[in-house]
């Protein structure tokens, strides 16, 4: 399976700032996701983010408050703009893999903290 | 869209016996169902799956079962040891739109006292 790393791996952010979190990839791969997960929580996936293409935003996520960029097939980024301290959770990318890219394999998180 | 429904929320197991989570979905056009581990502060990690055209697939303590018709599938755990204790996550898996969509449960805390 690929490995996969994210930075930073935790920050403590005030109000209003953005953050920008970096997943990176050994290998190419076409699919990879954002995922959001609150304490004790189950995961919630954030955006799809394919190369060459927009990102695809689930219901209730949007684009002005977190902007995706993939601008290559090992590589992406998050930006949790604007935070508040609603924001304050894992924030984990994953890719897909296997014959229809159903397998998800997950990246380390990022632990947001926003005072 | 796709709601998944998972219990117990929580459990606990005496070291050696059998773990039983079950899951409930929604859509009947979901394909691919995970299960996933996840320990204390680490990521959550693939332990097993299955298709919706396979009723029962079994990796050598871990087993899961789909029933279609019922819309419900379940991650069978036996002869438990202290390491498995972990948070488990049930997923539905849908295509839509050339995209895949994956709905997770809100997770199983399984303890397994030794």
């Known amino acids: 399976s690929a490995v996969i790393s994210q930075k930073p791996s935790r920050d403590i952010c005030q109000r209003g700032t953005s953050l920008t979190i970096q997943c990176q990839v050994d290998?190419?791969?076409?699919?990879m996701f954002w995922y959001r997960q609150q304490p004790g929580q189950s995961l919630t996936l954030i955006a799809t983010a394919n190369q060459g293409s927009e990102a695809t935003y689930e219901s209730g996520f949007v684009i002005d408050k977190f902007p995706i960029s993939r601008p290559n097939l090992t590589f992406s980024t998050l930006t949790v703009s604007n935070m508040s301290p609603e924001d304050s959770s894992i924030y984990l990318c994953?890719?897909?893999?296997?014959?229809?890219?159903?397998?998800?394999?997950f990246g380390p998180g990022t632990r947001l903290t926003v005072l | 869209g796709e709601n998944v429904e998972q219990h117990p929320s929580t459990l606990s197991v005496q070291e050696g016996d059998s773990a039983v989570i079950k899951c409930t979905y929604s859509d009947s056009a979901s394909n691919y169902f995970p299960w996933y581990k996840q320990e204390l502060g680490k990521r959550p990690q693939l332990i097993i799956d299955i298709r919706s055209n396979v009723g029962e697939k079994k990796d050598q303590r871990i087993a899961v079962t789909l029933n279609k018709t019922a819309k419900h599938f379940s991650l069978h755990i036996t002869e438990t040891q202290p390491e498995d204790s972990a948070v488990y996550f049930c997923?539905?898996?849908?295509?839509?739109?050339?995209?895949?969509?994956?709905?997770f449960g809100t997770g199983t805390k399984l303890q397994v006292i030794p």
């Open positions: 997923a539905a898996n849908l295509l839509h739109g050339g995209y895949q969509k994956v709905t």
């Open positions: 290998s190419q791969v076409t699919m």
């Open positions: 994953s890719v897909g893999a296997g014959s229809s890219y159903n397998e998800q394999f």
